[in-house]
């Protein structure tokens, strides 16, 4: 894993109740340079705990999507067999995360040991998910971690700190939680930073079971910013918050996580705002618990299940 620089301010100011989350869209495959493919197109961000509104600044897939002959979608260079992101195994068949002892240090937001801490949870992400991809056969990719304030992204540059807090980059495979955007959203609230982090390594187990990629191919038929686009959305955002929960769930009350502060990081989600591409606070509280109570990637269908309103 990769952690970028260690300079940063320190932090932090109390966090806000509400918090203006991580952007929106970088999960969005951003490919920011190669016009001539356009595959997926910006990033969006992810991040945790604060959501943004569209981060996009990218180029949108016009390769293959479309219908096709027959009236059928062209899957867009996707496996065989893969349609939607409901035909994918992780959806499919269900995968569980066995319970694990995380150990992580004790939370500071001085540079050096916040850096740690993240370090350590995604230790302890990958050994949750590791097994749990294995089981439904699909391949381990490690992720990266950036933390300075002005990040060269494969997927462009940083969304406004007003529009993003972190962000999942599907094209490096790297979470960008620049060190003075998350400490002023998040502060020194040890099950915030606990949550987003897990909810932007969701990202990163959507990148891995090909969610993202179902996405992207989707997304080029849709109107950016427009309805199905910001329904498809959340559906990816959701779904990153029943995968936070599953990790929580599975760490709490094990190693140094106690059943308290899981449950805490899985309330967390009720601050988290931007409701256009995210969903309500209540919506988003909802599937993290969804994902806490089940421990199991079947109950995180967001494709099937209730988006809320976005008020
Ligand atoms: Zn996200």
Redo the contacts with the bound molecule.
């Keep these: 894993m990769n952690t970028a620089g260690d300079d940063a301010e320190k932090a932090a100011s109390p966090p806000a109740r509400s918090r203006t989350?991580?952007?929106?869209r970088?999960?969005r495959t951003g490919l920011p340079l190669v016009v001539t493919l356009l595959l997926v197109a910006g990033v969006?961000?992810?991040?945790?705990g604060v959501?943004g509104r569209s981060a996009d600044s990218a180029a949108r897939n016009t390769t293959g999507a479309g219908s096709g002959e027959g009236g059928r979608r062209s899957n867009n260079g996707l496996p065989d067999g893969v349609e939607t992101v409901r035909d994918l195994p992780l959806l499919a068949d269900g995968a569980a995360v066995p319970a694990l002892g995380c150990e992580l240090p004790e939370f500071s937001t001085e540079p050096r040991r916040l850096s740690e801490y993240y370090l350590a949870e995604l230790d302890c992400l990958e050994k949750a998910w590791a097994p749990a991809l294995a089981e439904v056969g699909i391949p381990f990719l490690k992720v990266n971690l950036r933390l300075d304030d002005e990040p060269e992204t494969a997927c462009g540059a940083l969304p406004p700190s007003d529009e993003a807090t972190g962000?999942?980059c599907h094209t490096d495979s790297t979470i960008y939680l620049p060190r003075a955007r998350i400490l002023d959203s998040l502060g020194e609230v040890e099950q915030a930073h606990l949550a987003t982090v897990a909810?932007?390594y969701?990202?990163h187990v959507q990148r891995m079971a090909g969610v993202l990629d179902v996405v992207n191919a989707e997304l080029a038929d849709y109107e950016e910013a427009g309805p199905e686009d910001r329904a498809l959305n959340r559906k990816?955002?959701l779904q990153?918050?029943c995968f936070a929960g599953m990790f929580l769930a599975a760490a709490g009350g094990n190693g140094s996580v106690s059943t308290a502060t899981a449950e805490a990081a899985v309330a967390d989600f009720e601050n988290w705002v931007d409701s256009e591409t995210?969903g309500s606070s209540a919506t988003q509280l909802h599937w993290a618990e969804a994902g806490y109570a089940a421990r199991d990637t079947s109950a995180c269908d967001t494709w099937n299940g209730d988006l809320g309103s976005t008020d």
Excluded: D, K, S
């Design positions: 989350g991580p952007a929106g970088w999960w969006v961000v992810v991040v945790a959501h962000l999942y909810h932007e969701g990202h990816v955002e990153a918050n995210h």
